[in-house]
């Protein structure tokens, strides 16, 4: 089987002779070891030294030298807009407070679909769309420590389990 044990960022390699592509929503592109397909048929085992956030345009390096380009896919998600820079600072400090990933889009901001939440962001004067679209929030100052929390967690210390999506 062929092994991806390299990540090359979006922007730093040509997409354009990428190999293959793997779409993968939020949950499914924070990897270490993955068996993995791409849209045309590529099989492959993602095996990374640490667990890692892929991004959009991020190709993974194959051990023949091809690539594969990670697609983030289209997911269900709240837009939210408020009506001053003020309001939304507010909002996304209760998101934060709630620990929600949440992607910070200029004066919008999103988040995963969930009612309860958007109940609250409505309540403090939020306004909400329901969209589809790539979900790739704020990784943090600390992503790799908070990475490894989280995957400590989820019992995945050794980093031979991944979450399931």
Same mark, same amino acid.
């Given at each position: 089987? &062929?092994?991806?044990?390299?990540?090359?960022?979006?922007?730093?390699?040509? !997409?354009? &002779?990428?190999?293959?592509?793997?779409?993968?929503?939020?949950?499914?592109?924070?990897?270490?070891?993955? !068996?993995?397909?791409?849209?045309?048929?590529?099989?492959?085992?993602?095996?990374?030294?640490?667990?890692?956030?892929?991004?959009?345009?991020?190709?993974?390096?194959?051990?023949?030298?091809?690539?594969?380009?990670?697609?983030? !896919?289209?997911?269900?998600?709240?837009?939210?807009?408020?009506?001053?820079?003020?309001? %939304?600072?507010?909002?996304?400090? /209760?998101?934060?407070?709630?620990? &929600?990933?949440?992607?910070? %889009?200029? +004066?919008? &901001?999103?988040?995963?679909?969930?009612?309860?939440?958007?109940?609250?962001?409505?309540?403090?004067?939020? +306004?909400?769309?329901?969209?589809?679209?790539?979900?790739?929030?704020?990784?943090?100052?600390?992503?790799?420590?908070?990475?490894?929390?989280?995957?400590?967690?989820?019992?995945?210390?050794?980093?031979?389990?991944? /979450?399931?999506?």
């Amino acid at each position: 089987m &062929l092994i991806a044990s390299e990540v090359r960022a979006a922007g730093t390699w040509d !997409a354009a &002779l990428g190999a293959d592509s793997v779409v993968l929503d939020f949950d499914s592109r924070h990897r270490r070891r993955h !068996a993995m397909a791409g849209r045309a048929g590529t099989a492959f085992l993602l095996d990374l030294p640490q667990a890692t956030v892929l991004r959009e345009g991020d190709g993974l390096l194959l051990d023949d030298g091809r690539i594969v380009r990670v697609q983030a !896919a289209p997911e269900r998600l709240a837009e939210i807009t408020a009506a001053d820079a003020d309001a %939304l600072l507010r909002i996304a400090w /209760h998101l934060g407070n709630r620990h &929600l990933p949440t992607q910070l %889009l200029g +004066k919008r &901001l999103r988040i995963r679909h969930d009612h309860v939440i958007i109940g609250m962001v409505e309540g403090l004067g939020g +306004k909400v769309a329901e969209i589809q679209a790539p979900f790739d929030p704020e990784g943090g100052a600390f992503e790799h420590g908070a990475a490894h929390a989280h995957a400590v967690i989820h019992g995945e210390h050794d980093g031979l389990h991944t /979450h399931r999506s």
